[in-house]
C-alpha cells in the first residue's frame, strides 16, 4: 500500500468476514435482549395478573430487570470496544462468552421459578444453542448443549430428589409433573436429543458457510494480487515500450518484474554470439558478486538447456537440485527458490529470465503463467530494441564510410577546380571559344562535386558525433547578422530585398551550441531563401524570444513548395519538383543537415509554404537561461 495514511474503512475491513460477523452479532444480540428483559417482565404481568396464575412474580421480575441491567452494561462495553481501532478480535470474543454465560444463568433461574421441568420457558434454551452454534466453534455448540442438557436436567433430578425446592406455577399444568418419572424422562430425552440434533445441524450449516467464506476471501485475496500483477505489468509494458534504448528495455523489464511478483530478484540472460553461452545482460535486486560469478554454459547447464528448449523450470529449493551451474552462490546469496522461462524470439530464443525468492517453493503454477506472459511481451521490446540499435550501428558505419570516401574525394576535387581555373584564367596559354566554353562546364561540374561534398561531409560528421566539438554559449542575433551581411550581394545581384527584425528580447538569446553548427543552419535557410526566390523578391529573418525558446523565422515570397513535397523536405537528397526544374544547383541534403543540427541542440524546425507564393522555415531553439 502507497503511503502511510490508512483509511478507518480500511481498517474495519483488516478484520475477516468471520470476526466481522462476531462483532455484528453481538451489538445485534443486545438489540434483541432489551426484548427478551421486558418479555420476562410483561409475561410474568399477564400470567399473575390476567391469566391469575400462582406463581414466584418477585423472582420472575427480578430475573427480567437484572437481565435489562445487565444488557445495559453489555452496551456500554461493546460501544467502548467498537471504539478502539483496530479491533481486537479476542476482547470481542470473551464479550460474546460473557453475554451467554449471563444469558444462561438468567435461563437456568427463570425455569427454576417458573417450574422446573414442567416450565415451557425450557424451550428457550433451543434458540441459545443455535445462537452458540452460529457465534462460536462447532465444538463449543456441543459444549453447550451438553451444558443445557446437565442444568435442564439436573434441576430437574435435584427438584425430584427434593434437594431443590420445587416452584409450581399453580393453575398452569397439573401439580405434581416433576415427580412423575416418566413425563421427568419423557421431557429430558426429547429436549437432550432436541438441543443435540440443533447443536449439529446449525453447527454443521455455519461451519460449511465459514469454509465457502473462506474461500470466496481467498478468492478475492488471489483477485486482487492477480488484479495488482496486471496493474504493475500495465506500467511495466508502457516503461519498456516507451524506449528503443536495449539497456534500458532489459532494465525496466526486470524491476518491474520482480516489482510484480513481489520476489526478491529477477534477471535477464541473452545468448552471445555463439549461441552457446547466456550472459547477463540485466539483474534487478542482486549482488554485484552473484552478477558477476559468470556466464551460464549451455553445455554444462541442463537447466538452462531445459529452458531454452521451452520449458518452464521451478527449483523449489536450490539447495537440492542438481540442475544448477551455481548453486552454492545462489544459496550464499540467500536464494532458496527460482523460477526459469525462455525468452522466446520470433525465429530463435534470445535468452532466458529468472525470478528469485528467499522463501523454499514460493513459486506457483498463477506465477510461472505470469513470468512466461511477461517475458512473451518482453522478447517482442527487447527485440525491438535489438533491431534499432543495429539500424543505429548501420546508420553510423554509413555515416561513417562517407566520411571517409567523401573526406577523400576532398583533394583530389579541389586540385581538379584549381588546375581548371588555371586553364580558363589563361594562365596555360590561349583557349579556342570552344575550348572555354567546355572548361567553363567541366569547371562548374567540378564546383558543383565540390559543394555535394561539402554537404556530404557536413551530413556524416552531423551523423556520427566524431566531429562533435565544444559546446559554448552562442548569440543567435550575431550569428544571424553574420549571415546576414554574406548575403548581401548575392541578394542585390537578384534585387532580393534582405531583412532582419530583431525583437529586443530576441538579441539576448543565447543558444548553447557551436558558432559552425549554428552558421551552418542559418546558412543553409537563408541561402535557400535567396536560391529559391525570383529577382525583386523579399526574403526576411525574424527573430525572437518566448518561453525559454528562440523562435528563428526565414521568410521568403519565392517559388513555394508543393504541399505533397513538403513531407519530404528533410529526407536527404531530396528537391522538390519545382526546385529541381527552376534551380539547377541543390544537392537536396541542406536541410536534412540543418534539421538534424537543430534536434540535437534540442530544437524543432518546422515549415509553411504556398507554391508561388514564397516559404517560412521556422526553427525553435532552446536558449541559455541566464542569458538576459
Ligand atoms: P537543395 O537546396 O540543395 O536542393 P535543401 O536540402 O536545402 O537542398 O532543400 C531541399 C529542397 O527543399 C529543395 O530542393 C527545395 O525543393 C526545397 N526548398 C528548400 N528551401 C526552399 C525555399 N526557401 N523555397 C522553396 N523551396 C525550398
Not at 412474580?57 to 470496544?81: D, F, H, S, T, W
Amino acid at each position: 500500500m502507497a503511503g502511510v495514511a490508512i483509511s478507518h474503512d480500511t481498517i474495519q475491513r483488516a478484520n475477516t468476514p468471520v470476526e466481522e460477523e462476531l462483532i455484528a452479532s453481538e451489538a445485534w444480540l443486545i438489540r434483541i435482549r432489551w426484548w427478551a428483559g421486558l418479555g420476562v417482565l410483561a409475561a410474568t404481568g399477564v400470567a399473575a395478573f390476567i391469566l391469575r396464575l400462582t406463581l414466584p412474580a418477585v423472582p420472575l421480575c427480578a430475573i427480567g430487570l437484572a437481565i435489562l441491567a445487565y444488557n445495559a452494561i453489555l452496551y456500554v462495553v461493546l460501544q467502548r470496544r467498537l471504539r478502539v481501532i483496530p479491533r481486537v478480535v479476542k476482547t470481542f470474543e470473551r464479550l460474546a462468552q460473557l453475554q451467554m454465560g449471563l444469558d444462561w444463568l438468567a435461563m437456568t433461574l427463570l425455569i427454576h421459578f417458573s417450574g422446573g421441568v414442567e416450565s415451557p420457558a425450557i424451550l428457550y434454551f433451543f434458540f441459545h444453542i443455535a445462537l452458540a452454534s452460529i457465534l462460536l466453534s462447532s465444538r463449543a455448540a456441543y459444549w453447550f448443549a451438553a451444558l443445557s442438557t446437565l442444568l435442564v436436567g439436573g434441576t430437574a433430578l435435584l427438584e425430584y430428589g427434593g434437594l431443590l425446592p420445587h416452584v409450581s406455577v399453580m393453575g398452569f399444568a397439573p401439580p405434581g409433573l416433576y415427580r412423575h418419572p416418566p413425563y421427568v424422562a419423557g421431557v429430558l430425552f426429547f429436549f437432550t436429543s432436541t438441543v443435540f440434533v440443533i447443536a449439529y445441524l446449525a453447527a454443521g450449516t455455519t461451519s460449511r458457510m465459514r469454509r465457502r467464506q473462506a474461500q470466496v476471501v481467498e478468492l478475492g485475496q488471489r483477485l486482487q494480487r492477480a488484479y495488482g500483477r496486471l496493474q504493475v505489468l500495465y506500467e511495466s509494458a508502457q516503461a519498456v515500450n516507451s524506449t528503443l534504448d536495449l539497456q534500458q528495455v532489459l532494465d525496466r523489464l526486470v524491476q518491474g518484474t520482480a516489482e510484480a511478483m513481489g520476489v526478491r530478484a529477477c534477471s535477464i540472460r541473452l545468448l552471445d554470439e555463439t549461441g552457446a553461452r547466456l550472459r547477463v545482460a540485466s539483474m534487478y535486486g542482486l549482488s554485484q558478486a552473484y552478477v558477476q560469478k559468470g556466464d551460464l554454459i549451455l553445455e554444462r547447464n541442463p537447466l538452462a538447456r531445459e529452458v531454452m528448449a521451452g520449458k518452464t523450470v521451478v527449483i523449489g529449493d536450490v539447495r537440492n537440485d542438481t540442475r544448477l551451474q551455481y548453486p552454492v552462490e545462489a544459496e550464499a546469496e540467500g536464494i532458496r527458490s527460482m523460477l526459469t522461462v525462455r525468452l522466446r524470439g520470433k525465429s530463435a530464443p534470445l535468452g532466458l529470465m529468472r525470478a528469485y525468492s528467499t522463501e523454499v517453493d514460493h513459486f506457483s503454477e498463477d506465477d510461472a503463467t505470469f513470468l512466461s506472459a511477461i517475458a512473451n511481451q518482453g522478447s517482442l521490446a527487447i527485440e525491438n530494441a535489438m533491431a534499432y540499435q543495429t539500424l543505429g550501428r548501420l546508420d553510423e558505419m554509413k555515416s561513417k564510410f562517407v566520411l571517409m570516401v567523401t573526406h577523400e574525394l576532398r583533394s583530389p576535387v579541389s586540385v581538379v577546380r584549381s588546375l581548371l581555373r588555371t586553364i580558363t584564367g589563361g594562365y596555360a596559354g590561349a583557349l579556342s571559344d570552344q575550348q572555354t566554353e567546355i572548361i567553363s562546364r567541366a569547371l562548374q561540374r567540378a564546383d558543383y562535386l565540390q559543394t555535394l561534398i561539402d554537404d556530404l561531409l557536413d551530413l556524416a560528421a552531423g551523423k556520427s558525433e566524431i566531429s562533435q566539438k565544444e559546446r559554448s554559449p552562442v548569440s543567435l542575433a550575431d550569428a544571424v547578422e553574420r549571415i546576414i551581411k554574406r548575403f548581401e550581394v548575392p541578394a542585390q545581384e537578384k534585387n532580393i530585398q534582405l531583412e532582419w527584425r530583431c525583437e529586443s528580447a530576441g538579441r539576448s538569446a543565447m543558444v548553447l551550441a557551436t558558432a559552425e553548427d549554428i552558421d551552418r543552419v542559418l546558412n543553409n535557410l537563408v541561402s535557400n531563401a535567396v536560391k529559391y526566390t525570383p529577382s525583386d523578391g523579399k526574403v526576411t529573418v525574424t527573430l525572437r524570444r518566448a518561453g525559454g525558446y528562440a523562435h528563428l523565422k526565414v521568410i521568403d515570397t519565392g517559388i513555394g513548395i508543393p504541399d505533397e513535397s513538403q513531407s519530404h523536405l528533410f529526407e536527404e537528397f531530396y528537391r522538390a519538383p519545382n526546385a529541381k526544374a527552376q534551380v539547377k544547383e541543390g544537392t537536396g541534403l541542406g536541410l536534412a543537415i540543418t534539421r538534424d543540427l537543430v534536434t540535437r541542440y534540442g530544437g524543432r524546425i518546422g515549415v509553411e509554404s504556398k507554391v508561388g507564393e514564397g516559404t517560412t522555415f521556422a526553427v525553435i531553439l532552446p536558449v541559455l537561461r541566464n542569458s538576459s
